[in-house]
């Protein structure tokens, strides 16, 4: 570095300057070329529209009790869940403590207006959490669902309770508009 | 090309001329010239077989795009239409479907048997890891394409596949959504898969250059696995194995073309003549049949992360191998217990296989019932899990400590000495 030499024209080269001028052209060549592959990269993400494929609205009358309604929200199912009231029971009895994912059923339901929980409709992502695929209702060894993929059970609240999936099925963000209807998203 | 000296001379003015600047026919001439072991077997012709693999599949991919749209409204009737309208359409589309099935079938029996005779030990360690790497840019190719049609199968194979990056900690969701281009397998996703499944073809054959490059720069392995020493060992690539070559290739067109004609959607699934739904999941999943031993492998272990990591470690295990053989021995002629481990290992393959493609529930065979009456005996699960474990281990504890303790057989002196030694053993 930094000593002058001379080379064989009998010039004199300054080797700290030139290692200054392949360094620098070296780091703005370098800046440019990363600066170019983030837009390289960025533009295989989600597009502003996609992203802005807003929320639905649901009107919860048309579910009769032991009905499910799906209706795709994001590309996905969302499951609109009328429970029986023995699906409600078998729900609440269960024992979370065994659950891989515990969560209490209360957990999995979102407050109405008035601040109160309606057990009878049970809405989440019909999506199974270990590869995506859409469980099948009224399955399994929990008689809730179950995945046809790769055999996963889920329970009446949608929680995982055997097979490969991690986690329960999710809860989507949504509120209810009205008692008999809720808006997903 | 380098590995043999050229022995080309340009007979005429022109290729003269041409010599001295662009020495193109030179290079062809030495290609053809290039020196072959004398005892290659037809094993050794799907290396052939292969290039006429990828020239099929490129050329009747080009004139797929011709036809099909990829756009989710349109995708599926395209493909249809191909099928049903465009001239020679029902011919051209099978043999790209049915192509990517043979492809596989060639490359299975190329990487057999690269294990079997030792292919891969010093000085072919990089002809082995540039295969690797093109059998794993095939898989990625194949998956791209199956989604193309845009069937149940290739929505719900999609979704699967892309939700295996789901799985990375911390990063996974966002991972899954940078690469699908939204929050599911939609429009996007089929877009971005059409523009690089047409891309991949062509790293493919930059790759399969880089791969003959080094085979012809060390020379090809043979059946017993011992270097040509004098020119006797080796005979002209051209005539001996050109001809060779065509008659495995007539024979392996003879299969390509009955299931072309005959069986052009057996290899297929008939979900996937159903459009793309995504509010119904298609009650058995399955991939492709060549993904089938890796499937298997992922549904071997209860936990999604760990399950995606065995699945690649069974790929990412063969880059290794060269140095997990510790076997100066190449070819398993002369090694005598390696080769059990390596039928053994040949089956385990297949069944791996026969686990991917059943439900991992069902029952390989029962002995009875139990109390509550469900089937005991051996299921799917725990065949998957057994021949998992012999996979791996046949790679990581088999493979080394059998070089260290095997005694193998006395090797021939030379190519020549095997062959005519066999001759005479013949004749008396």
Partial sequence: MSETITNDDHETVDEGKRDFIYIATGAVAAAGAASLAWPLVKQMGAAADTLAAGSIEIDLTKVEVGQQLKVLWRGKPVFVRHRTAKEIKDAVDTDIAKCPDPQTDDERLVANPEGKLNPAFLVMVGVCTHFGCVPVGEAGDYDGWYCPCHGSHYDTSGRIRKGPAPTNMVIPPYEYLTDTSIKVG | ?428
């Avoid at chain 2, 099929?56 to 080009?62: A, C, H, P």
């Avoid at chain 2, 791209?144 to 295996?164: D, E, K, N, R």
Wanted: aromatic fraction near 16%; include cysteine; charge should be positive.
């Fill in chain 2, 1 to 428: 090309m380098s590995g043999h000296p050229s022995t080309y001379e340009p007979k005429y003015a022109a290729t003269r001329w041409l010599d001295q600047r662009l020495p193109i026919i030179r290079m062809g001439a030495d290609f053809m010239g290039f020196p072959s072991p004398r005892n290659l077997n037809y094993w050794y012709a799907f290396g052939g077989i292969l290039t006429l693999c990828l020239i099929t599949q490129i050329i009747t991919g080009v004139i797929l795009a011709m036809h099909y749209t990829p756009h989710i409204d349109f995708a599926f009737d395209s493909v249809q239409r191909i099928r049903r309208d465009v001239p020679f359409g029902w011919l051209l589309q099978p043999m790209h479907a049915v192509g990517a099935s043979m492809f596989f079938l060639a490359v299975y029996i190329h990487m057999f048997r690269g294990l079997y005779y030792g292919s891969y030990k010093a000085p072919r360690e990089l002809i082995w890891i540039l295969g690797c790497v093109i059998y794993l840019l095939m898989m990625a190719t194949g998956f791209l394409g199956y989604m193309l049609p845009w069937g149940q199968m290739s929505f719900w194979g999609a979704t699967v596949i892309t939700g295996f990056f789901g799985a990375v900690p911390f990063v996974g969701e966002s991972l899954q959504q940078w690469l699908l281009g939204g929050y599911s397998v939609d429009n996007a996703t089929l877009q971005r898969f059409f523009s690089l499944h047409y891309l991949l073809p062509f790293v493919i054959a930059a790759i399969v250059g880089l791969h003959i490059w080094a085979l012809h720069h060390v020379g090809q392995n043979n059946p017993i696995g011992v270097e040509p020493k004098s020119k006797k060992d080796t005979l002209s690539f051209h005539p001996f194995y050109t001809v060779k070559d065509a008659v495995a290739i007539g024979l392996f067109l003879l299969i390509f073309a009955y299931f072309v004609f005959y069986l052009p959607d057996a290899l297929g699934h008939a979900d996937n003549y159903q459009r793309a739904d995504p509010l119904k999941t298609p009650p058995h999943i399955v991939p492709e049949w060549y993904y089938l031993p890796f499937y298997a492998i992922l549904r071997a272990v209860p936990d999604k992360l760990l399950g995606i990591v065995l699945m690649f470690a069974a790929i990412a295990v063969l880059f290794v191998l060269p140095w997990l053989d510790t076997s100066k021995v190449r070819s398993m002629r002369f090694r005598p217990v390696a080769r059990w481990f390596f039928i053994i290992f040949l089956v385990v393959c297949f069944l791996l296989g026969w686990c991917g493609k059943e439900s991992p529930d069902n029952m390989v065979f029962s002995v009875g019932t139990n109390d509550a009456g469900d089937p005991m005996g051996l299921n799917f699960l725990w065949l998957s899990r057994i021949t998992t474990l012999y996979y791996f281990g046949y790679f990581v504890v088999i493979l080394p400590i059998l070089g260290l303790v095997e005694k193998p057989k006395a090797l021939p002196d030379s190519i020549t000495k095997s062959v005519l030694g066999s001759h005479k053993k013949a004749e008396a």
